[in-house]
């Protein structure tokens, strides 16, 4: 699972190596449920590879889920998600949207959740100006890591 992680700054050597057409999603994937790899499934079957941006710890913190979210830290995080067979390859960006790291990766397909509108996003903007596509995949409903966090929460 580790050959699945790839620093920022190494991306274009790695992306490389990776069968075409690219999809690109990105998200916290705190505690991975249902929801999350039902997503991640759908998203790949959709290219040829399909690579993860994680939000780090102070990138998710600053989404505002709570003061001690994430509750997996980044490194975790991207090991559970590498070691899914959806996943091509995981990296990670700091910022509060992954607008650069789209920009150096020039994803085929953005992929996010049903829960966003496409149209607003600016990472959608820079994907269609080189020619490439951005869905929004149905929403699974049900599933919800800030659900779960508080269900655990009020059972203990």
Not at 107 to 130: N, R, S, W
Not at 131 to 146: I, M, N
Request: aromatic share 6%; proline share 6%; charged share 20%.
């Amino acid at each position: 699972m580790t050959h699945k992680l790839c620093r920022p700054d190494q991306l274009l050597p790695c992306l490389a190596r990776l069968p075409r057409p690219l999809v690109f999603t990105n998200g916290v994937f705190d505690v991975l449920h249902r929801g999350h790899v039902m997503y991640l499934e759908q998203a790949r079957a959709l290219g040829g590879s399909l690579v993860v941006a994680l939000n780090t710890d102070a990138s998710a913190k600053r989404l505002g889920k709570g003061p001690d979210r994430p509750l997996n830290n980044e490194v975790d995080r991207a090991c559970v998600i590498a070691a899914l067979a959806s996943s091509s390859l995981v990296t990670w960006f700091d910022e509060d949207t992954p607008l650069e790291l789209i920009r150096l990766v020039r994803p085929d397909i953005l992929v996010k959740g049903g829960d966003y509108d496409m149209e607003t996003l600016a990472e959608t903007q820079v994907v269609k100006a080189y020619g490439g596509r951005a869905l929004a995949l149905p929403f699974v409903h049900g599933y919800s890591t800030t659900a779960l966090v508080k269900k655990i929460r009020s059972t203990s």
